[in-house]
């Protein structure tokens, strides 16, 4: 039967449990789509949870039929939780907690086998090779900006530049990394 994810999802909406293999077949695409984005497995684990009790809690939302929507839609949610991270630099657990929802550690063999599902042993090589093919000046800036979270006023201030000037470095440095890494792929989504 086609789009067996997408009737499970609005069937949920009386028959809670119907939400399972919507979970089920979501679990580990978005578990890697997040560890992908924060190079975080507690971080990762976390969204992962947040998003799919936020698509449990407002299913009845859901106006779609078919599979491809409804893995719009939940990927929708995943990125309203990212965006909502990158803001807040925390994970908001509302929806996990109205829910009474308990996350457990991460074991060690579980976190080594999300960095391995993820390909993140990898990401981290190649995130540091295209680092190092930056100019100086837009390491120097991205380590400023990024890594040590100072404002652009205090990174031009560091760099004896116009703020302008390090927005532009910090732009053109995470422009570079994002295209070494192709972070923009859709094949990871089904994977």
Sequence with gaps: MSDELATSLRRS?????????FY??????????????????E????????TFAQAFRHR????????AEAAAWLYAIARHQLARYARSGKVERKAVKRLGISLPAVSEDDHERIVEVAGLAEL??????AFGELSDDQQDALRLRVIDE????????????SEQAARA????????????LDVNTTAEVTS
């Design 43 to 50: 971080l990762a684990r976390d969204m992962t949870a947040e």
């Design 169 to 180: 470095r910090v732009s053109r440095g995470l422009r570079r990394l994002a295209d070494a």
């Design 60 to 67: 009845g939302r859901f106006r779609g039929s078919t599979d």
């Design 13 to 21: 909406r009386r028959a809670p449990t119907a939400f399972v293999p």
């Design 150 to 161: 100072r404002s652009y006023p205090d990174v031009a201030r560091a760099l004896g530049v």
């Design 124 to 129: 981290r090589q190649r995130v540091a090779a």
């Design 24 to 41: 089920s077949a979501h679990a580990r695409p978005l578990l890697v789509f997040f560890a992908r984005r924060t190079f975080e497995v």
